[in-house]
T-cell receptor, first 112, second 112 residues
Framework: GNSVTQMEGPVTLSEEAFLTINCTYTATGYPSLFWYVQYPGEGLQLLLKATKADDKGSNKGFEATYRKETTSFHLEKGSVQVSDSAVYFCALSPYNNNDMRFGAGTRLTVKP | SQTIHQWPATLVQPVGSPLSLECTVEGTSNPNLYWYRQAAGRGLQLLFYSVGIGQISSEVPQNLSASRPQDRQFILSSKKLLLSDSGFYLC???????????FGQGTRLTVV
C-alpha cells in the first residue's frame, strides 16, 4: 500500500541554520507529494507541493524536489527563523484513489 | 473562495457518552471529504473519507462512524466514547484525487 516515511524528530536548530527534513514514499504510479505545516493547536496548512517527477515545490523559503528515482521529497530551507517552529508533515496523494497518506510528522524548534 | 468549518474547537466528554463532530465546506461542490485523528505527538491517521453523499469509506475498524448527509457536510460520530478516542480530530477536503487537501482547525477531544 501507499505510505510515507519521514525523519523522526524533534529537530532543534539555531536561527539561520540550514534545515533538511527527509521524506521518502512508497506508492504505485505517480502520486502528488506535499509538505504541510502545523502550528500549535491548529490544523494543517499546505506549505508546498509537487505533482510530477523533478518538479520543485517552493514557498516561504522552503523547497522540496520530487525525486522519483529515490522516491524522496526532502524539505529544505537555507536559513530558518524562530517563526518556523512547528510540526512538518510529508504527504502523498495517489493518482488513482482518495487515500491520502501522511508521515508521522517532524517537530522543528528554532532557537534565537 | 473555499472555506472549511469544523466545530467545536475543544470538547471534554465522559467515557460512554455519545459524540458528534461536524464539518462543513463552503465555496465548492462535490468535494472529497476526510476525517483524520492525530494522537498526542503522533502523525495523522485516516479514519474515513467520502467521495459523495452517503458514500463513506472506513480505513480502520473502530468505535467511530461517519456520515455525509449533504454534499458539503461531514459528521463524525460515536455512540459510546472510549478513553482511547481522545485526540485531535481534523476534517479536510480536496477537489479530486491526486490533489492537495485543505484542513479545518481541528477539534481537541478529551475523554475523561
Amino acid at each position: 500500500g501507499n505510505s510515507v516515511t519521514q525523519m523522526e524528530g524533534p529537530v532543534t536548530l539555531s536561527e539561520e541554520a540550514f534545515l533538511t527534513i527527509n521524506c521518502t514514499y512508497t506508492a504505485t504510479g505517480y502520486p502528488s507529494l506535499f509538505w504541510y505545516v502545523q502550528y500549535p493547536g491548529e490544523g494543517l496548512q499546505l506549505l508546498l507541493k509537487a505533482t510530477k517527477a523533478d518538479d520543485k515545490g517552493s514557498n516561504k523559503g522552503f523547497e522540496a524536489t520530487y525525486r522519483k528515482e529515490t522516491t524522496s521529497f526532502h524539505l529544505e530551507k537555507g536559513s530558518v527563523q524562530v517563526s518556523d517552529s512547528a510540526v512538518y508533515f510529508c504527504a502523498l496523494s495517489p493518482y488513482n484513489n482518495n487515500d491520502m497518506r501522511f508521515g508521522a510528522g517532524t517537530r522543528l524548534t528554532v532557537k534565537p | 473562495s473555499q472555506t472549511i468549518h469544523q466545530w467545536p474547537a475543544t470538547l471534554v466528554q465522559p467515557v460512554g457518552s455519545p459524540l458528534s463532530l461536524e464539518c462543513t465546506v463552503e465555496g465548492t461542490s462535490n468535494p472529497n471529504l476526510y476525517w483524520y485523528r492525530q494522537a498526542a505527538g503522533r502523525g495523522l491517521q485516516l479514519l474515513f473519507y467520502s467521495v459523495g453523499i452517503g458514500q463513506i469509506s472506513s480505513e480502520v475498524p473502530q468505535n467511530l462512524s461517519a456520515s455525509r448527509p449533504q454534499d458539503r457536510q461531514f459528521i463524525l460520530s460515536s455512540k459510546k466514547l472510549l478513553l482511547s478516542d481522545s485526540g485531535f480530530y481534523l476534517c479536510a477536503w480536496s477537489v479530486m484525487m491526486n490533489t492537495e487537501a485543505f484542513f479545518g482547525q481541528g477539534t481537541r477531544l478529551t475523554v475523561v
